[in-house]
């Protein structure tokens, strides 16, 4: 079974300075998909970033950008120009590319503090 | 508004009480999930549903009951619920298909008192 770890419960961050966000994952599989989850205090789920594990090339959305390390079984989100709005729990999951019947497996989430 | 909606959005509820918390979406996804979320332990999956007529244990189903008697609906039911269950419930769905987005509803706060 795959597992994704989140070691940081809390972080901060100045507003526009930028902050990094750990995952790891276990896994045996090669073929995959990674998800960054961002919950604000509404609860609504919200993607930000994803990133297929045959690319080799990093995902970038805007201000949001990954370090996709599949040898390490690593992928960070870079937030850059942090914004009071990016204050939220954010949570890394994982899903199989194995089967079109695969599920998420999240992280126990990283809750974001931005500070003014 | 096409999307996914859960019901209700809170609820406090007697230990030893039976629920069902709702879940319907307009997206005609095929695959449907519930989550449970705890501080801590992130989201983990208690019932799937690859299609309708068809359901699949996660990894905490104990306790809970789910149908999927159409596309559209995929209710989660507590027999009887504990102070365990206390929890925030999450129903999401997603089309059939490798590359495709899972879209979630926004929460149900379930309190066992």
């Known amino acids: 079974a795959q597992t994704v770890t989140q070691s940081q419960p809390e972080m901060s961050v100045q507003e526009a300075e930028t902050v990094t966000l750990s995952c790891t994952y276990d896994?045996?599989?090669?073929?995959?998909?990674l998800f960054w989850y961002k919950q604000p205090p509404s609860r609504q789920m919200i993607l930000v970033i994803r990133?297929?594990?045959?690319?080799?090339q990093n995902a970038t959305e805007n201000r949001f950008s990954v370090n996709f390390q599949k040898a390490a079984k690593s992928f960070s989100l870079k937030i850059s120009d942090s914004q009071l709005g990016d204050a939220a729990m954010y949570f890394c999951?994982?899903?199989?590319?194995?089967?079109?019947?695969?599920?998420?497996?999240f992280g126990e989430g990283t809750q974001l503090t931005v500070n003014p | 508004i096409a999307g996914i909606t859960q019901a209700p959005t809170s609820q406090i509820l007697a230990a030893g009480r039976r629920m069902t918390l709702r879940c319907t979406q307009d997206?005609?996804?095929?695959?449907m999930y519930w989550y449970r979320q705890d501080l801590g332990l992130g989201l983990r999956l208690i019932h799937y549903?690859?299609?309708?007529?068809?359901?699949g244990k996660g990894e905490v189903p104990d306790g809970y009951s789910v149908s999927r008697a159409n596309t559209d609906d995929f209710p989660l039911t507590l027999a009887s619920a504990v102070p365990s269950q206390t929890s925030v419930y999450f129903c999401?769905?997603?089309?059939?298909?490798?590359?495709?987005?899972?879209?979630f509803g926004q929460g149900t706060r379930l309190t066992v008192v």
């Open positions: 999401a769905s997603r089309r059939e298909g490798m590359n495709t987005e899972a879209f």
């Open positions: 896994t045996s599989e090669s073929d995959y998909y």
């Open positions: 990133q297929e594990a045959y690319k080799q």
């Open positions: 999951a994982y899903r199989s590319a194995v089967s079109s019947g695969s599920r998420l497996t």
């Open positions: 997206m005609r996804h095929n695959a």
């Open positions: 549903s690859n299609t309708a007529g068809t359901t």
